[in-house]
């Protein structure tokens, strides 16, 4: 399933995605039974094509995730681009411009 999320991009290098995922650490139980662990593993940020942000996450996200950060030199114009992989295999992607 691919994961979905919503992103904006400003001239003032604000990069915003809010990504839509279930995260579960592996600790909560339904019934007796363990909820398997399912959270967002890598997160990449590219900016004209340049990497900006490669990272890696853990179980301790939340549901839901919300990025937000501001990149130095960032203009209207440029072509934003976040894709994040969870520790399922599953990936997903968004695209935007700065407006």
Do not use: C, Q
């Not at 592996?26 to 959270?39: Q, S, T």
């Amino acid at each position: 399933m691919a994961i979905s999320m919503k992103l904006r991009a400003g001239s003032d290098g604000s990069i915003k995605a809010l990504i839509s995922h279930p995260s579960e650490n592996g600790l909560r139980k339904v019934n007796g039974v363990p909820v398997p662990a399912l959270f967002i593993k890598d997160i990449k940020v590219t900016v004209n094509g340049k990497v900006v942000v490669d990272g890696e996450w853990g179980g301790g996200m939340a549901k839901d995730p919300y990025l937000n950060i501001k990149i130095k030199g960032m203009k209207a114009g440029d072509k934003v681009a976040v894709n994040v992989k969870d520790s399922s295999g599953d990936t997903g992607s968004s695209e935007a411009t700065a407006a």
